[in-house]
């Protein structure tokens, strides 16, 4: 959408909108036996005082001597899920990076973690199939490097990582140094006792799972996650970290049914990430991409992202509020409006599902609700490419 085109629907609506208010005011897991439960469940959430109020000492700390980025003016933000397909050439990401730019990007989560592996150089994780060909042809680069090379400074780099999700084919198929096949006792399993390794795709598919995940009340898996973090955000000059599936999969896993327990366990570990990146890497950005109701990220999920907006353990959410259907989406942007501070939110519009004229009105309502920011999924979907980026960001 132009910019005069834009600045008319938008004042079109504003005038709608003040017309019509002066009229009417209105369980434990496989790993851990049931009579440890209660154990295992205090040890998990007696550090919560204590780290809440290191977190607390530290955020003051920062805050002293620094802005919180996400004082900015509602619709100023500009991000950009790219997904790790556009990561695995120089071509590739040369071509990205100068396409963001000329549409006006200021953010980019680059997906450097999919399924368990690293689009990075990393000492633990494997590289993906298609890069450890290139390396095996003396062709191997580092797509993290060449990304945070030719995008900053004039736009600033988020490393996205699918954090509980490690695996969406069959442990034979996996690299070898895979977290699932290194650690499968990781693994979150059914109350029946089934690893969700050894589910078939259409299992996963039946019940609305991606594939494999974590157990985030593994005692294992949050120092994992949290290694991996460091590794990252240490070795790499980024501006952000951004968490994708920071959440239990939609079927039921694990023997720990209780909501509050389950938020507890990811909320856990979010607060110590928190803590370690404000330590070793103060003012850098932490974000997520979380699902849009708030109350069902919470109870079907355990995913507690007000409290973690709420509590300051996150920066900025990013409610991913892909569905087609306007309708829904005002329903998302009220309820988030109603939970948390919008501008700590930067609304997630997909491009893959509807057409540009339908996620353009999409964007604007998400800007004329207070949003921080607008977030696309995804630079690989954008129909008519480089153009139709464009046209999202109204250049």
Known sequence: MGTFLRFVVGATLFLSVMAASSHSQSAATGFVQNQSLGNLIQASQAPDQTLRS?????????????????????GERRALW????AMTSVKLIDKMVVDARQAGVTDLFVQVRGRGDAYYLSKTEPLPATLAKKFDQGKGFDPLERVLQQAQPDMRVHAWINTYL?????????RDGHVALENPEWIARTPQ??????????DWKRNLTEGAYLDPAHPNVTPYILRLADELTQKYALDGLHLDYVRYPHMKVGFIEDESERCAMITDMVRQLRMQMRMTRPGMILSAAVKPDPAGARSRYGQDWVRWVE??????????????SMKIMKGYLRDTKAAVDPSRVWAGIAVYNQSLAAAEQKILEAEMAGMGGISIFSYNSVPQGAKGLKRLNGR
């Open 166 to 174: 490690v695996a969406s084919k069959p442990a034979h198929k996996l």
């Open 311 to 324: 509590e300051d353990l996150v920066d900025v959410v990013a409610p991913m509020m892909y569905s087609p």
């Open 82 to 85: 790219v997904v790790r397909d």
């Open 54 to 74: 290191e977190v607390a000492e530290v955020s003051s700390a920062t805050k002293a001597v620094t802005k919180p980025f996400y004082a900015v003016a509602p």
């Open 193 to 202: 006792g089934k690893s969700m390794l050894r589910m078939s795709r259409s």
